[in-house]
């Protein structure tokens, strides 16, 4: 288990998972204030939402296949030639994580805090008057009315 740890860092697997919840969670958020603002039907953000959780395990896949360097996307190299950072050596990317997670949590809690379901203000009775009409004016607009 160890070692596949280690070869998930190696081919920054995590990385590139943590950096596509953050984008895809930015997409939807984007996605569901827009999508209000030019009315665009109910589907359309669960298509993104969708969209976003069926790419999350392409991008693992991606990730664990190819390597972008500065010859281009090539397939990953053996592990012989790649060093692993140690695991206190990131300590930037778990200050990313670490801020990603507080937005997501506050964004949960807006998100819930904001639906709680209140009773609807009472109204007043309305009194409405309601008679028979006779047109003594002349005016043929008003028969019938």
């Keep these: 288990m160890l070692?596949?740890?280690?070869?998930?860092?190696?081919?920054?697997?995590?990385?590139?998972?943590?950096?596509?919840?953050?984008?895809?969670?930015?997409?939807?958020?984007?996605?569901?204030v827009l999508f209000d603002a030019f009315e665009a039907?109910?589907?359309?953000?669960?298509?993104?939402?969708?969209?976003?959780?069926?790419g999350l395990p392409v991008t693992i896949v991606l990730a664990w296949i190819f390597d972008i360097t500065e010859h281009g996307i090539e397939v990953q190299a053996e592990a012989t030639d790649t060093m692993v950072i140690?695991?206190?050596?990131?300590?930037?990317?778990?200050?990313?994580?670490g801020v990603l997670s507080v937005a997501l949590i506050f964004s949960i809690y807006l998100n819930v805090a904001g639906k709680v379901d209140t009773a609807p203000e009472q109204l007043e009775p309305l009194s409405i008057l309601i008679a028979d009409f006779d047109n003594r004016?002349?005016?043929?607009?008003?028969?019938?009315a």
């Design 86 to 97: 140690p695991f206190g050596g990131r300590r930037m990317d778990f200050v990313v994580i």
């Design 41 to 54: 039907p109910d589907w359309a953000l669960q298509a993104v939402i969708i969209l976003a959780i069926i």
């Design 3 to 32: 070692k596949l740890i280690k070869e998930l860092r190696r081919r920054e697997v995590f990385r590139t998972a943590g950096l596509y919840v953050g984008v895809a969670w930015i997409v939807v958020e984007v996605s569901s």
């Design 137 to 144: 004016t002349g005016n043929p607009i008003f028969d019938g």
